[in-house]
């Protein structure tokens, strides 16, 4: 397949609240298809992944994954500008013949002229190498290279001084200041990355949540139990989500964890078939609640927005091709709109289509 503070003290407080699990409530739908890379026919292919999405506002959004041709696969970055999807192009370390793999893991914007990308390559000759790309407004330029073998690459910007990288496989933490990268030492291997601002960054390790108060990278308590948190979303310094799962045997169950900026409350996920599988994404709604997606296969709801502790079943629309499974949420700034970004499994071989729908928060 193809492959968006607090005082130490303060940082190591436990939940001091928590809120059983319920069944979700009767699913609500006001969601619509608003764009198909395959039916929109802008790759031009038939197996496609963009689930990264960085936006600004309603017209300034990128997406980046990757698409195949069964052969290989090709890195893609797009650009929306509130009425049509394009391919922007990409540098030659990107699109290079010689590459046996290329994909964008990660894309993240601070304004229209500073957008960063995150990147893999292999080939034969070189073996593995990961890319930090950087948009300025007109054209992609590779940043830096660092020659690893590594299975995970992602990264944040806050601005053209500040950009961070992060990678498995002995790449650790690296911070791009303008002119020089700095490898910058971490509690663990960061997976997912989210700020409020250069001096309020939270990570997971999956294992655990890091944060960043502009100094030092610090592991987080948030719970007890075999957590396995997958992704963290920060919207302000009282509103901070990690969501995930909790381990019991070879299944998870879905859990969500809510920072006001003073403590952490646990949600136990809803019962039911829904409560087979961990959730993966998260945004903050902006009232206390989150819209939370669990990316699976064994059935259930696999999008919800959690409301004053009640877990609110939502039912997009039916995609000709199957049903997406949401591997990615992104709030819209500067308007009311929530985009929920998809993945379609189909066909024999398999192939993939990424799809998006949008909904209001």
């Known amino acids: 397949m193809p492959r968006p503070l607090p005082l130490a003290a303060a940082l ?4 001091l609240a928590a809120v059983t699990a319920s ?8 969601w619509k298809l608003t764009y198909d890379i395959n039916a929109s026919r802008t790759l031009g292919n038939v197996s496609n992944g963009l689930a990264s999405v960085a936006a600004l506002g309603p017209r300034d959004v990128w997406l980046a994954g990757s698409w195949d041709n069964v052969a290989r696969d090709f890195s893609a970055i797009q650009h929306f500008d509130g009425r049509r999807w394009r391919n ?3 540098p030659a370390a990107l699109t290079s013949k010689r590459n046996t793999e290329s994909g964008v893991d990660e894309v993240s914007a601070s304004s229209s002229g500073n957008v960063w990308a995150f990147a893999s390559t292999a080939t034969n000759a070189d073996g593995r190498m990961v890319h930090a790309l950087r948009w300025n407004g007109r054209a992609w330029t590779v940043q830096h290279t660092w020659k690893r073998e590594t299975s995970l690459f992602t990264g944040v910007t806050f601005g053209a001084k500040d950009t961070w990288a992060f990678g498995d496989g002995g790449l650790g933490a690296w911070h791009f200041n303008g002119s020089t990268w700095r490898k910058v030492p971490t509690p663990g291997t960061i997976e997912q990355v989210s700020g409020v601002s250069s001096k309020n960054i939270w990570a997971t390790t999956g294992r655990s949540v890091l944060h960043y108060d502009g100094r030092t990278w610090r592991a987080v308590k948030i719970g007890s139990g075999a957590l396995d948190i997958r992704a963290v979303s920060a ?9 995930g799962g909790v381990r019991s045997g070879t299944t998870e169950t879905p859990v969500a964890f809510h920072w006001n900026g003073r403590s952490w409350t646990k949600y136990a996920g809803p019962r039911g078939k829904s409560a087979k599988a961990p959730l993966v994404a998260a945004v903050a709604d902006g009232r206390g609640g989150a819209w939370l997606s669990r990316s699976s296969t064994v059935g259930g709801t696999d999008l919800f927005h959690l409301v004053k502790g009640k877990w609110v079943a ?3 629309p039916k995609h000709r091709l199957g049903r997406p499974y949401f591997r990615t949420l992104a709030a819209i700034p500067h308007s009311p709109a929530l ?10 071989a398999p192939f993939y289509d990424t799809v998006v729908y949008s909904g209001t928060r």
């Open 88 to 90: 922007t192009p990409l």
């Open 23 to 30: 069944p979700a409530s009767a699913a609500t739908s006001h």
């Open 235 to 243: 919207r302000t310094a009282s509103d901070v989500w990690a969501v």
């Open 314 to 316: 939502q039912s997009p």
């Open 12 to 15: 190591t407080a436990t939940a």
């Open 339 to 348: 985009w929920a970004i998809g993945v379609i499994e189909y066909g024999p």
